[in-house]
């Protein structure tokens, strides 16, 4: 209500007091307008959308910036295009139906082998091949027991484009070199098996010889293997 309102009102009235009613209605009129309580503003919905697309933005920034970074250094068990590695799960076995001497002479391939079938008490070589394909052999091994010596020597060969991880881990845990007619070899020994891993003419060769009774006889295996080429 306007003060001017009012003002009629108390004139319209009949009464000696008229200026004390005024003064005492105004002056409550003030209080009430005084004490009324402030309606509180409400946020507005583009500030809060404002504030939101901005947090967004940031994040996007920083994924940005992060994510190349992270993409770049984490660790992949995928292998080059140019590299298959087989694991032993993918493969089959059967017996070769000959040694591995025999089978580079029928084939025509130039592969080496333990020249101890004079001498072994027994000799197991099998074939190893993919489970979907029996014509493609991956790798073949042959195990020789020496008669005299009771020596046990284990052979596996295969193309050097082949990578396995079963024998390649008899690689990797071979340490030392050592050099025979420019031939690189890598070696290893414990009291439990010697190894050796080396390259020669298109095929890769690994060599254990279990319970070995001297440190560097590994070597002289080795030797008589690239001795028959």
């Known amino acids: 209500m306007?003060?001017?309102?009012i003002d009629n009102i108390i004139e319209s009235v009949n009464c000696d007091k008229k200026e004390e009613m005024r003064a005492q209605l105004h002056s409550r009129l003030d209080i009430s307008q005084t004490e009324e309580p402030q309606p509180e503003k409400r946020r507005r919905f583009f500030d809060v959308k404002t504030a939101v697309l901005g947090a967004v933005s940031i994040c996007a920034v920083c994924l940005a910036i992060v994510l190349p970074i992270a993409l770049r250094n984490e660790p992949t068990n995928t292998p080059p295009s140019d590299r298959y590695y087989y694991s032993e799960s993918e493969f089959s076995r059967a017996d070769l139906g000959c040694t591995i001497k025999d089978?580079?002479?029928q084939t025509g391939?130039?592969?080496l082998y333990i020249d101890w079938y004079d001498l072994a008490e027994a000799s197991v070589t099998e074939k190893v091949f993919l489970k979907d394909n029996k014509k493609d052999i991956i790798y073949i091994t042959e195990d020789l027991y020496h008669r005299e010596t009771g020596d046990h020597v284990y052979l596996a060969v295969t193309e050097e484009h082949n990578h396995v991880k079963t024998l390649d881990i008899i690689r990797d845990s071979c340490f030392w070199n050592y050099e025979y007619n420019n031939v690189n070899i890598k070696w290893s020994y414990d009291s439990l098996h010697s190894r050796a891993y080396f390259e020669y003419n298109g095929y890769k060769y690994y060599v254990q010889w279990?319970?070995?009774d001297t440190e560097e006889g590994i070597l002289d295996?080795?030797?008589e293997i690239l001795d028959n080429k």
Do not use: G, L, T
Request: hydrophobic share 40%; aromatic share 12%; glycine share 0%.
């Open 2 to 5: 306007k003060n001017v309102d």
């Open 109 to 111: 391939k130039d592969i």
């Open 103 to 105: 089978y580079s002479e």
């Open 221 to 223: 295996i080795v030797k």
């Open 210 to 212: 279990f319970m070995p």
